[in-house]
């Protein structure tokens, strides 16, 4: 994998019905060759901020697939 496939999220929001905020994650980077695991109990957000980063459900902020700055 090459440093472009790096993922930064800055400000990222993952929304739900009536705009209500279901994730809020100020930043976080995923680099490539680093293990990531995403933990914490249920109903934690967990589930809906894979869906945030796919598109499934609304977000706001950025998101950016790319070189870190």
């Known amino acids: 994998m090459s440093a472009s496939a790096t993922i930064t999220l800055s400000s990222?929001?993952?929304?739900?019905?009536?705009?209500?905020?279901?994730?809020?994650?100020?930043?976080?980077?995923?680099?490539p060759?680093?293990?990531?695991?995403?933990?914490?109990?249920?109903?934690?957000?967990?589930?809906?901020?894979l869906r945030g980063l796919s598109g499934v459900l609304a977000t706001r902020g950025e998101a950016r697939l790319g070189q870190m700055p």
């Open 33 to 49: 060759g680093h293990l990531t695991a995403i933990i914490g109990p249920n109903g934690a957000g967990k589930t809906s901020l």
């Open 12 to 31: 990222f929001e993952v929304l739900g019905p009536r705009a209500r905020v279901l994730v809020a994650a100020p930043s976080l980077s995923l680099r």
